[in-house]
Nanobody, 124 residues
Framework: QVQLAESGGGLVQAGDSLRLSCVAS????????MGWFRQAPGEEREFVAAIRWIGGSTHYLDSVKGRFTISKDNAKNTLSLQMNSLKPEDTAVYYC?????????????????WGEGTLVTVSS
């Protein structure tokens, strides 16, 4: 069983930056990919970014391209999301997710594990 623990959320102003982290733990952790999703109040959860654990190819939601950067540290089983030029519409609970193996739904669905989320609030 893989456990995912996010950190780094908080309250910032528009234009500021935040860095989210997600640490994966559990028996012999291995993943096909990891990613970030977010859920704003009253909205459905949406894909934000994902990265393949081997190779490092990435995918991004169009509205965050050029502002957010997803990265990983395989040795530390850690996933990060650097968020720059934050906007009020980025306000959401951000969740870390992991795909244990390849999924035809990747990166939009098919994940096996979720973290509990970390709240990001961007004030205008």
């Amino acid at each position: 069983q893989v456990q995912l623990a996010e950190s780094g959320g908080g309250l910032v102003q528009a234009g500021d930056s935040l860095r989210l982290s997600c640490v994966a733990s559990g028996c012999a952790f291995s993943a096909f990919a990891m990613g970030w999703f977010r859920q704003a109040p009253g909205e459905e959860r949406e894909f934000v970014a994902a990265i393949r654990w081997i190779g490092g190819s990435t995918h991004y939601l169009d509205s965050v391209k050029g502002r957010f950067t997803i990265s990983k540290d395989n040795a530390k089983n850690t996933l990060s999301l650097q968020m720059n030029s934050l906007k009020p519409e980025d306000t959401a609970v951000y969740y870390c997710a992991a795909w244990g193996g390849y999924s035809t739904s990747y990166p939009l669905a098919g994940m096996d594990s979720w973290g509990e989320g970390t709240l990001v609030t961007v004030s205008s």
